[in-house]
């Protein structure tokens, strides 16, 4: 049985992004409307220092692209195996991307990143992304259970 789902043309498991709509003013936890969005990529282990030292100074031009674009929150971990792990919060992801995708310091930013990437069969990381479905949240978890009463 297949599980993957394909979200704007991404591969990945499960359903779409949850929105985390709940709020609990009681605990003074405020719930975001943002979708939280992570993904997974693989960084050669050959080109791993050289992907740290590009991610340490962005373009400003590139920087810039994301947040106009509703990039926010935007984090990119990286393991010693080179599993990247990256996160972000965006009102609509699809919007996000394709907002990237027509800037042109994204195509150059791509065409370069592009080498250091595992398993994206050519295609730019960006398209390449593993999408994974959020299984927990606390900010949700604790609204929720603030809005039934049962907050102790």
């Not at 050959?46 to 992907?51: G, Q, V």
């Amino acid at each position: 049985m297949n599980r993957f789902k394909t979200v704007g043309g991404m591969s990945r498991r499960g359903p779409a992004p949850r929105r985390n709509l709940l709020a609990a003013p009681s605990t003074g936890l405020q719930a975001s409307s943002k979708t939280r969005v992570c993904f997974t990529l693989r960084v050669r282990p050959d080109r791993m220092d050289e992907y740290r030292e590009r991610h340490a100074a962005v373009w400003p031009e590139m920087l810039r692209a994301l947040a106009d674009t509703g990039w926010s929150n935007y984090s990119l971990f990286l393991g010693d195996d080179g599993l990247l792990v990256g996160y972000l919060e965006t009102d609509d992801f699809d919007a996000a991307r394709a907002g990237m995708a027509r800037r042109e310091v994204n195509a150059r930013w791509q065409a370069e990143m592009a080498p250091f990437f595992e398993g994206t069969d050519g295609a730019n990381a960006d398209d390449a992304f593993n999408v994974l479905t959020e299984v927990f949240n606390l900010e949700t978890q604790l609204a929720a259970t603030t809005a039934e009463g049962g907050a102790e």
